[in-house]
DNA sequence: CTATTTGAACTGACTGGTCAGTGCAAAAAC
DNA sequence: GTTTTTGCACTGACCAGTCAGTTCAAATAG
């Protein structure tokens, strides 16, 4: 009654494969994207049968959809626990953003490949997962709205800043460079990264230290 | 009919229908991407016979390859004239930015296509026009990165900025922020959008106005 | 303990369809 | 007369999805 036959519970090993499905998937399609990848290199890669892959998803589309929310959810835990422990600790809303910056360049470290193949799907229209797409970026980007307009309440931050518009602009800026930083300068450290970033989010571009 | 006049030697004929194409890849292509497109779906967009296709460029890739160049190179000259034109008209080197935060989202109003597929190949490796990317994504990242340095030189930035990673997060937010208007809150005016950017990039977020 | 059963998980050869690229003769444009 | 475009049939490679058959570990029986 463990592993097999299990009423509702995941089977082990049905997990197993499916996270190496996952795990194939995401580099292949961030390297090559989704049409130039076959189901047969992302089972070769996973190291299963082609029939294995058909076994576990309904389809190649369902596959990577699945794949996507999995990935955005761990982005949108992340960030929210992020910007959550900071104003807890009694930080101010320009710290949660500092935070949530951080942890996006962690997320995107250790996830670099996902990080890419979101990007690059983002924007694309007229494909299947587009609703899927939708609803997750949604999910990602209100987390930084969230604290935006927190800091808007409290004053900490001016009522006249557009709060989709600056919160898409945040992620892009943190998004862009963090993509930058694996694919031109890789031998950086991450907190030289989240240096420059902060800089740049305090306004401390002009004048000297 | 002959509105584009002949600019070089090249027959002006040929050069209509290599525009034609051009037009009809970058829409395609940046709805569904390189290899979802099919070189019969270009022809028949563009309103010519695939054969024709064939007779002007060698290949599908070449032809995404010089779409990639052509429409690159447009940008970078837009953003190039807006820096210079702002330093000659003695602008400080924050004007200079953003007068080229105002050419890109000029820029992505107008090829709105060309940018969505410009930022879905960026990162992607393991493409056969990979090097053509890199050379071209070098050059746009490059005049932000002169401004910069030009700044920090006359004192107007910190020396302690780091000038590569920073010139990314810039064309990060820019890119980010004008994709999200155009494909979430298209009703929005240029001048709209600018300034939300503008106050970022001057660290006018936090303080009241 | 060993033997047998069960069924979810997995396999890989196969199918039907798609598509990049070719070849070419004839028409149109210049 | 030369360049460019057309139309269309054709090929060969490639690929998503299928399905009849196999594996194996746990459950049950003896």
């Known amino acids: 009654m463990e592993s097999s036959s299990a009423t509702s519970g995941a089977s082990t090993r ?34 299963v049968a082609k029939g294995t ?45 500092d935070a949530m910056i951080r942890a996006g360049l962690v997320f995107i470290d250790r996830y670099p490949a996902f990080t890419q193949l979101y990007v690059a799907e983002l924007w694309r229209t007229n494909r299947a ?5 939708l609803v997750v970026r949604q999910e990602a980007v209100a987390v930084v709205e969230d604290v935006l307009r927190g800091g808007i309440e409290n004053g900490e931050f001016s009522e006249e800043i557009d709060v989709p518009l600056t919160a898409a602009a945040l992620v892009g800026m943190v998004l862009v460079a963090a993509l930058d930083w694996q694919a031109f300068q890789p031998e950086r450290s991450l907190d030289d990264v989240h240096a420059a970033l902060s800089r740049l989010l305090q306004g401390r571009v002009s004048g000297r230290p």
């Open 14 to 47: 049905r997990e197993a494969t499916r996270q190496k499905l996952y795990e194939a998937a995401v580099t292949l399609i961030a390297e090559q994207g989704f049409s130039a990848t076959t189901v047969d290199e992302i089972a070769e890669r996973a190291g």
């Open 53 to 97: 892959v058909y076994y576990n998803f309904a389809s190649k589309s369902v596959l990577f959809e699945e794949l996507l929310r999995h990935g955005v959810g761990l982005l949108t835990a992340s960030l929210r626990e992020a910007a959550e422990r900071t104003e807890k600790d009694g930080g101010t809303k320009v710290a949660a953003l």
């Open 129 to 133: 997962w587009q609703s899927t797409l």
